[in-house]
């Protein structure tokens, strides 16, 4: 089934129905404040594809972590291995498009078996975040659109990570540890302690993030055991 306006494409099966209104409106009621953000007008439609069926979701995303894999080995010089599916990844922008389970899909996951409605389609101004930063060229690494994406994309969602976590964790080791928790974490001081310019700066030039972000993570480590009580 599609549904298209002059915004939107929408790919979506019979189980999906009930929900496409307001997961448009969730989408079109979040849109100007991102885009404001990143001070842009978005480039065509936004295309949102929801999967029912597992198989076919896993394709689509391995294929394009090959696809990625193959371009960042030309741009590294040395082979660069794809990275893994996991079961947590249940929406992604890989190939340019919105592309998530279906709510059916999702909630068959012991994890998310209580997944709200809300939160599936919150999850799109999410995914629609990673859209504006592909459109602006961002070349920051993965776990950064996380960061900027689960601040100001669904952050009614996100949680702090418990547990400590390093520059070098967020760098190698962001599936293996609470990698989202730890980008919100990031994410909160950011947005809290540096001016909308300056993060601008950071997603757009490579050189600007290099120079600050090891020491913002070690400040959002230090203001969130200052919460706990941890010294």
Not at 142 to 170: M, R
Not at 196 to 224: A, H, P, R, Y
Request: net charge negative; charged share 30%; proline share 2%.
């Amino acid at each position: 089934m599609k549904y298209e306006d002059q915004l939107f494409e929408i790919y979506y099966s019979e189980v999906d129905k009930d929900y496409i209104s307001r997961l448009r409106s969730i989408v079109l009621s979040r849109m100007p404040d991102i885009l404001d953000f990143f001070k842009i007008k978005f480039n065509g439609k936004i295309v949102i594809k929801l999967y029912d069926d597992i198989d076919c979701y896993k394709e689509n995303l391995i294929a394009s972590f090959e696809r990625n894999a193959i371009e960042d080995s030309k741009k590294q010089g040395m082979k660069v291995a794809p990275r893994k599916y996991e079961d947590f990844m249940i929406a992604n922008t890989e190939d340019g498009n919105i592309n998530m389970q279906s709510l059916r899909l999702v909630r068959m996951q012991d994890n998310y078996s209580n997944y709200t409605e809300e939160e599936f389609c919150l999850n799109s101004c999410h995914e629609f975040t990673h859209l504006c930063q592909t459109q602006i060229g961002s070349e920051n690494p993965g776990w950064f659109w996380e960061v900027i994406a689960t601040t100001i994309g669904n952050p009614e969602c996100q949680h702090d990570i418990k547990e400590s976590f390093t520059y070098k964790d967020l760098n190698e080791n962001f599936d293996k540890i609470d990698g989202y928790g730890a980008a919100y974490t990031v994410g909160k001081y950011l947005f809290a302690n540096y001016s909308q310019d300056f993060i601008l700066d950071m997603i757009k030039d490579n050189e600007v993030f290099d120079k600050n972000i090891e020491g913002i993570v070690e400040k959002s480590q230090s203001t969130k055991n200052e919460r706990h009580g941890k010294r």
